[in-house]
């Protein structure tokens, strides 16, 4: 670089040009992190002699204040001028609910300019999955209460019309959350088009009952990107406890992908997975389980 490329076309170096630099000739959007937390817990099973049916959950605040306020939304808030993303995360999941010392890896951005009444506000999601038992959930903040749901997801309608240069393909999605006399319902409606070499998503809140926000276009998001990475990482482990059973950790990817699997074939898919141990659960009605546990794999093979 020769001196003279180290000044401007006004002639200021860089340090003159920040000294004069008017941050406020630009609006700035104000920015918040949400975090979707998922967890798999055993249903109220009534026959001791079948393994407990389990359910994908997620953890959701009743907010305390407005806008939305008695409405339920994922854990988040305001990012601090002096934080990172990250360390925002972790600090607005700890103070609103109680959690702490998680995995957590970022989901997406949601930048839609009416996606929040008070003012521009750009979201950055991080999703992670926990075993449940080993969290002490407990509201705290702006957060009135704080609790899993049972998730569930599902297709309604599906269309697919098919164009000169390729195609528009739309989803109708319906997402519902139960705790107990709590339901809250969405429908999100995805549209994916493809023309010529160019493939734009859009994704929209066609109605929502009890969900604050836009958050459950995040949540049916979220459930979309976990069942991709269930199927090439080892990201279901973070639900299971340190020593499980085949048959729960079968149960486990059924649940997060919503079909049934095959025993021998899961069993081949995970071998590299897991460690066989000398220990068995045992439980009434059941013979004893050998139990496993996860084999991490090193990222540098």
Same mark, same amino acid.
Request: some cysteine; overall charge negative; proline content about 3%.
């Given at each position: ?15 003159? @040009? ?9 609006? =700035? ?20 002699? +079948? ?17 939305? %306020? ?20 972790? =600090?607005? /999941? !700890? ?24 003012? =521009? ?38 269309? =697919? ?15 519902? /959350?139960?705790?107990?006399?709590? $339901?809250?319902?969405? !429908? ?5 088009? *493809?023309? &010529? +070499?160019? %493939?734009? %998503?859009?994704?929209?809140? /066609? ?5 604050? @926000? ?7 998001? &979220? ?32 649940? %997060?992908?919503?079909?049934?699997? *095959? ?5 081949? !898919? ?20 050998? *139990? ?6 090193? $990222?540098?093979?």
């Amino acid at each position: 670089m020769t001196e003279r490329s180290k000044y401007n076309p006004n002639g200021l170096t860089e340090e003159q @040009f920040l000294a004069a630099y008017d941050a406020t000739q630009y609006e =700035r959007p104000s920015v918040t992190v949400d975090m979707l937390l998922f967890t798999v817990m055993d249903q109220l099973q009534h026959n001791y002699r +079948k393994l407990p049916e389990k359910t994908l959950q997620l953890l959701l605040i009743q907010r305390g204040e407005h806008p939305f %306020i008695g409405q339920w939304a994922l854990p988040g808030g305001f990012v601090g001028m002096d934080e990172s993303l990250e360390e925002a995360a972790r =600090r607005e /999941l !700890k103070t609103e609910t109680n959690v702490d010392q998680i995995y957590m890896e970022q989901l997406y951005t949601w930048g839609d300019v009416a996606r929040d009444p008070r003012m =521009r506000v750009i979201s950055c999601a991080y999703m992670a999955l926990v075993d449940h038992d080993s969290l002490e959930v407990q509201a705290g903040d702006d957060a009135a209460d704080a609790r899993w749901f049972e998730l569930d997801y599902s297709v309604a309608q599906e269309t =697919r019309t098919n164009q000169p240069e390729g195609y528009t393909w739309e989803q109708d999605i319906d997402v519902t /959350l139960k705790h107990g006399d709590i $339901r809250l319902s969405s !429908k999100v409606k995805v549209t994916e088009i *493809l023309k &010529g +070499k160019t %493939i734009e %998503i859009k994704r929209e809140v /066609l109605e929502s009952q009890g969900i604050a @926000f836009d958050h459950a276009k995040i949540i049916a998001y &979220g459930i979309e990107r976990l069942r991709s990475k269930i199927e090439y990482t080892d990201i279901a482990f973070h639900l299971m406890p340190s020593l499980f059973t085949l048959g729960e950790l079968q149960q486990v990817y059924e649940i %997060i992908l919503g079909k049934e699997l *095959l025993a021998a074939a899961f069993r081949r !898919k995970i071998a590299d997975l897991v460690d066989e141990t000398n220990e068995y659960r045992k439980a009434a009605g059941h013979r004893p389980s050998k *139990l496993y546990r996860f084999k991490p794999r090193s $990222r540098f093979i």
